[in-house]
């Protein structure tokens, strides 16, 4: 099994700034794309940022120029830096991971973690 365990979470005021963290462990061969999704109260949970192993990027409109995500491959770990915070950005954050378990496998099995509080005071 592959576990995915988050931090950085919290309260900040409107403009501020926060350093989500992920770390996956287990039983791992690759990990693929890694990355965060959000779910506020009411709404579906949405792409935010998303990272390959390569370092491509993808990110939702609404966060471009303000979140940065990357990673770290070789401790299998993902950062979403989030700067310029509004409220609007006020959600639960999932890290997801897409991680190959074999080397005689090309299937790709998808884990997420607990998520994480980001609350965006005004």
């Known amino acids: 099994q592959v576990q995915l365990v988050e931090s950085g979470g919290g309260l900040v005021q409107a403009g501020g700034s926060l350093r989500l963290s992920c770390a996956a462990s287990?039983?791992?061969?690759?990990?693929?794309?890694m990355g965060w999704y959000r779910q506020a109260p009411g709404n579906e949970r949405e792409m935010v940022a998303v990272?390959?192993?390569?370092?491509?990027?993808n990110y939702a409109d609404s966060v471009k120029g303000r979140f940065t995500v990357s990673r770290e491959n070789a401790k299998n770990t993902v950062y979403l830096q989030m700067n310029s915070l509004r409220p609007e950005d006020t959600a639960v954050y999932y890290c997801y991971a897409g991680v190959r378990l074999s080397s005689l496998s090309y299937r790709q099995n998808n884990y997420w973690g607990q998520g994480t509080q980001v609350t965006v005071s005004s």
């Open positions: 990272i390959t192993s390569g370092g491509s990027t």
């Open positions: 287990g039983n791992i061969f690759r990990i693929n794309a």
